[in-house]
């Protein structure tokens, strides 16, 4: 079982530990200037919008050129080709979805395309 | 108490789907069983799956976990004024479980009584959130490595949703909505200009600026003062 991650797990909790801790260890420590109160509160909301937008919405052929699609892929790591959901119409179920292991063959722009998202 | 379940819902829900979306990303279950124990925080656990998907170096993961966690600041120096007189070594240990949940219920039920209650801090962070949210972790782990093609469920639109889900929840006003919508649009276009990894930097970086620049509304600046800068102090 693999557990080449595990340090990328100590990593990145020795970079959040100090975050939780300066300011119940240190008094004083959390003085900041609003403004900078006020832009570390709102980084968390803009990565993962971004991280959101950019798995569904950019997708990396074998060659890694992105292009732009409504899309969502989990399952794969990257260089790898990728799964993309397209919806397509069933005129009995309405709109479905589809997997289609060539991203390009399914251009966004070419129908109207609903969120994927529940 | 029902706040308390609510939660436990939620990080047992977020635990699943974490377990998953890391599960179908290629992370073995000590792997992603390690991000819940150790790093213990949702959204950067939920982004390094994404920045491991994206194929972003360590350094880019670190660099970029730091930001996200950076909330946690905030939340510590909420709390820190009524734990100024407990021992150190407990407010050492205390700081690791210190997660958007457990501020929550800590910082309202510190404010209700009106000091510090250490027992009802260790079960908001830890029986309502460390517990539910590592146990689901696993469940979400091992449920998905049974699951031969996570895709053909629709399991790989958990993670934008859960994403999605997440920023939804850490959105308090419209600061936070311009961000996290300018973060996005930023992050689309430079990953189609250049590199989805320069795409999701530019966008965490960028989109707070855009709030910055956004007024909130009087009712946000009172919250804001109430629930992250201002709690109050016991007497």
Redesign the interface.
Known sequence: ??????P??????L???P???????A?GM?R?P??A??????????????????????V?DAA?H???HIS????????SAR?S?SPVVDSSRGWS?R?SSSPSSVPWASRPCPS??? | MVDSLGIVASAGGFGLVYGLSARAAGFSPVEASAMSLIVFGGASQFAAVGYVLGGFSWAGIVFLTAFVNARHFLYSAGLAPYLADRPRWLRAVMAHFMTDEAFALAVSHFRRIGRADVPGYWWAAIGVTFIPWNVATIAGVLLGGSIPEPARFGLDVIFPAAMIGLAVGLITGRPEVVAAIVGAVIAVAVSLAWDPAAGLLAGGLLGPLAGLATRPGPRERRHEAEVILGARPPE
């Open positions: 079982m693999s557990t080449v991650l595990v990328l797990a100590i990593l990145m909790a970079v959040t530990y975050w939780r801790a300066v300011p119940l260890l008094p959390h900041l609003p403004t109160q006020t832009y570390i509160r709102l980084v968390g909301p803009a990565i993962l919008a971004s991280l959101a937008a950019v798995n569904t919405m950019v990396l890694r992105p292009s732009f969502a892929s989990s399952g794969s790591r990257s260089g799964r959901w979805s997997h994927p998202l529940p």
